[in-house]
């Protein structure tokens, strides 16, 4: 007795007889047919096929569901008013217009749902309080794109991510579909987003979209080599900073890459990974702070400072820091120093709730690479205005001259720099493998300052 078993040949040769069956159908027939799916189905059907994908598409079927679902609401005349006017123009429309249409509609509804959900701002950070159930509610993963030198694209979904306080770690680990570190010719971060339906009167049927995809950062050959620096490394791996933010790790080979890891900080990051386009990234609307041409030292004080030093697993510090000033003649090779720990108070110094160590995991290995974890800071103006962020994997490297003779043991110095900010951090480890945050120190660029509060210090 021949075996009933579906085999793939045989179910190919089903599919291919059920679309020819489909095809022999008058298209008025199948637009019937079609009339009685929601938005949903239809998404369904239009990944089915070539014949699927047009007759998914007719622009009657989905002027109707857009009355129907997106027009429902007796608040929303203007809605109602533009499609009564843009269903006389139905058949000069391109095929896909009403449900492209559709789709805007509901992502411009869920902008705005968003927004409402990211609550309140925190009076600390600066920060919306939703953030990581905003982009969880949304759907939001991330992908990397990565070239080779040949030209060749791979993409890779992420492997874990870590939510912190005021950042998200990000980690691909792709094994032997990752090309070595010499041969990689640049690095794309998307947000990618899928759109999902869930209007009652769809049968509380989610049915998940094609994605939109964001460009969140792109790193060219430059960045993969020159500007690269050793951060930290352990008996499996070797941790090369690209940019602030962006770390790889290699084998101790030197060339075989282990994993890909980016730390990015909550300021616009629903905006970053969502508004953006697949080759464009998300540009903010440039706000101006209010001028103020009476105080002499406008721009110099009323800085909020809070840091958070934390690995892929657990917070080390939270700290907030208010009314950070600079007298204007203090003013040192263009840069305002704002003092947050003093080295001399020791009332202000600040003990970490563990060591500043950063695990990795990658396929069936791990580690832990010492005196290296990640910072995340955030600087705001008098006005409780974001002023800088950074998120950024930092190093610890041990200092030969004691900075403070209050405490015995090693002492260790992180600095992290950029065009904008600099920020200078001194710790003491104790015997006891107690570590202590004796000196914080930012320094703000002049020109970023002048730019920020339109003044010519």
């Known amino acids: 007795m021949a075996s009933s078993k579906a085999t793939p040949s045989r179910l190919r040769a089903a599919a291919t007889s059920s679309q020819k069956i489909f095809e022999k159908l008058p298209h008025e027939i199948l637009d019937t047919i ?5 938005a949903s189905a239809l998404f369904s059907m ?3 096929n070539k014949l699927f994908y047009q007759l998914a598409s007719n622009n009657v079927l989905w002027k109707k569901l857009y009355i129907a679902d997106i027009c429902n609401n007796k608040k929303q005349k203007a809605d109602i008013m533009n499609v009564q006017f843009l269903s006389k123009k139905t058949r000069d429309h391109v095929v896909g217009y009403w449900k492209e249409l559709y789709v805007k509609t509901v992502t411009h509804r869920e902008v705005k749902k968003w927004k409402r959900l990211l609550g309140p701002i925190n009076s600390h950070t600066g920060l919306p309080s939703q953030t990581e159930q905003v982009l969880r509610n949304l759907r939001v993963t991330w992908e990397l794109t990565i070239t080779d030198m040949s030209g060749r694209v791979t993409t890779l979904e992420l492997s874990w991510s870590h939510f912190s306080e005021i950042s998200l770690t990000l980690c691909w680990c792709g094994g032997d579909s990752l090309p070595n570190y010499g041969e990689i010719f640049s690095l794309q971060l998307h947000g990618v987003r899928r759109i999902a339906f869930s209007w009652p ?6 049915q998940l979209l094609p994605s939109k995809r964001s460009l969140v950062a792109n790193l060219n050959k430059q960045h993969l080599t020159k500007c690269a ?3 930290g490394q352990d008996q499996f791996v070797l941790l090369k900073l690209l940019q602030p933010g962006i770390i790889i790790g290699l084998w101790r080979d030197g060339t075989s890459v282990a994993f890909i890891m980016f730390t990015l900080h909550f300021y616009k990051l629903v905006e970053r990974s969502t508004r953006g386009s697949h080759d464009c990234s998300y540009v903010e609307p440039i706000i101006q702070p209010p001028f103020d041409d009476i105080d002499t030292e406008y721009g110099l004080h009323g800085y909020k400072l809070h840091i958070v030093l934390h690995n892929t697993e657990c917070k080390l510090m939270s700290e907030s820091f208010s009314q950070l000033f600079c007298h204007r003649a203090h003013i040192s090779n ?9 080295r001399t108070n020791s009332s202000q110094h600040v003990q970490l709730s563990g060591k500043p160590n950063l695990h990795w995991r990658c396929e069936a290995l791990e580690g832990t690479v010492e005196n290296c974890c990640i910072m995340s800071l955030t600087l705001l103006d008098e006005f409780g205005n974001q002023f800088s962020c950074v998120t950024t994997p930092i190093s610890m490297e041990l200092e030969k001259a004691a900075v403070s003779y209050d405490y015995d043991g090693e002492h260790y110095l992180i600095q992290h720099e950029d065009s904008n900010i600099q920020v200078k951090m001194q710790l003491v480890k104790m015997t006891a493998k107690k570590h202590f945050v004796v000196s914080l120190i930012v320094y703000v660029s002049v020109l970023f300052v002048n730019k920020h509060f339109s003044r010519d210090y």
């Open 334 to 342: 263009g840069w305002i120093q704002l003092t947050a720990i003093s």
């Open 46 to 48: 239009s990944h089915t």
């Open 229 to 231: 620096q050793v951060i």
């Open 34 to 38: 079609l009339s009685y799916l929601d």
């Open 201 to 206: 009167d769809l049968k509380k049927l989610r």
